[in-house]
């Protein structure tokens, strides 16, 4: 999963950023609402923690102007206790959830993946596929009673292709969902990850669509 961490304060981001990483997440950051608005209007998130209190444009600002402008990827709020007004504002302007600091970490990562589950349209949070079945919470995969231990971008690569069964994702997407800023990135890494899933679970299970990218085919079983 990439996610967008949109908070201004050092300390607290850094502790989101580090326990979202270490999950196997990949993490972008910005501190600011116009630094976010450029984020999310140019590239790929699979969701977005966002602060309401930021500098220069607010939260509350940076959540309308990105609903307004179409995208509907999860956002969940950040909040101070007392906050409650700005709290129902956020959620009345299309906000997926929020917490108020301080919070759990835990129960921050769970409401994430919640909200990614909804946004697929899954209720099941076990994601399974021919035989494959991928568990976010525990990043474990098991296929034909096997389990695998996938490195990270591995992992995130699969969770993607299989969250979006019949539809193309283009090698921007794919490259964007696994790879933060401040990571290079080889030319053929994405080829590379492909085939290494395709080892491991079948050549057919990833088909790639020429000047496009790749996909799974839907699961009519």
Do not use: C
């Not at 997440?25 to 910005?30: A, Y």
């Not at 971008?153 to 699969?158: K, V």
């Not at 994405?190 to 080892?199: A, D, P």
């Amino acid at each position: 999963m990439r996610a967008l961490l949109i908070e201004d304060d050092e300390d607290l981001g850094e502790i989101i950023r580090s326990a979202l990483a270490r999950e196997g997440n990949t993490v972008d950051w910005v501190k600011d609402g116009q630094a976010a608005i450029s984020a999310l209007s140019s590239e790929n998130f699979d969701v977005a923690i966002l602060d309401l209190g930021l500098p220069k444009i607010s939260g509350l600002e940076v959540l309308r102007t990105v609903r307004n402008q179409g995208n509907s990827i999860p956002i969940l709020i950040l909040t101070a206790h007392e906050a409650i007004e700005e709290r129902v504002k956020g959620l009345d302007m299309g906000a997926d959830d929020y917490m108020v600091k301080p919070f759990d970490l835990d129960e921050l990562s769970a409401r994430i993946r919640a909200m990614r589950r909804r946004d697929s349209g899954r209720a099941n949070p076990i994601i399974l596929y021919k035989g494959i079945q991928l568990d976010p919470a525990a990043h474990a995969v098991e296929f034909e009673d096997q389990s695998f231990s996938l490195p990270r971008r591995e992992f995130a690569l699969l969770q993607k292709l299989l969250e979006n069964p019949g539809k193309a994702l283009s090698r921007e997407q794919l490259t964007q969902s696994i790879y933060s800023w401040d990571e290079d990135v080889d030319s053929n890494a994405l080829e590379v990850h492909i085939h290494n899933l395709r080892k491991k679970f079948g050549n057919d299970m990833i088909r790639t669509i020429r000047g496009v990218g790749y996909m799974v085919e839907k699961d009519e079983s």
